[in-house]
Nanobody, 128 residues
Framework: QLQLVESGGGLVQPGGSLRLSCAAS????????IGWFRQAPGKEREGVSC????????YYADSVKGRFTISRNNAKNTVYLQMNSLKPEDTAVYYC?????????????????????WGQGTQVTVSS
């Protein structure tokens, strides 16, 4: 079984923080590129941040640089997205996906939001 389970979404005020989790089961993340993507109503899905466990490389969309951080907990086989200084423009459904690191890079994966094995998505709403 290969499964990604997402959690951590919710309602937060502008300037607040949330931490999203993407827990993998049925496989190890050691040889994968993991990506966080989001889709707002009426907009295309976009890559937010991607991380490769093979070489430690990361990618962040310009809109989230300096505010979001992607990381991995090896023992829990989980990838996190720490989101700080949240803005209303960050409101979206957030998804995670995994692709074998042999066939993609963080740059390529975050440019292909239709690629990979997906979690169920979690809603993030930033509003006062």
């Amino acid at each position: 079984q290969l499964q990604l389970v997402e959690s951590g979404g919710g309602l937060v005020q502008p300037g607040g923080s949330l931490r999203l989790s993407c827990a993998a089961s049925g496989f190890t993340l050691d040889y994968y590129v993991i990506g966080w993507f989001r889709q707002a109503p009426g907009k295309e899905r976009e890559g937010v941040s991607c991380f490769s466990s093979s070489d430690g490389s990361t990618y962040y969309a310009d809109s989230v640089k300096g505010r979001f951080t992607i990381s991995r907990n090896n023992a829990k086989n989980t990838v996190y997205l720490q989101m700080n200084s949240l803005k209303p423009e960050d409101t979206a459904v957030y998804y995670c996906a995994a692709v074998d690191s042999l066939i993609t890079t963080v740059q390529a994966m975050c440019a292909r939001p239709d690629f990979g094995s997906w979690g169920q998505g979690t809603q993030v709403t930033v509003s006062s």
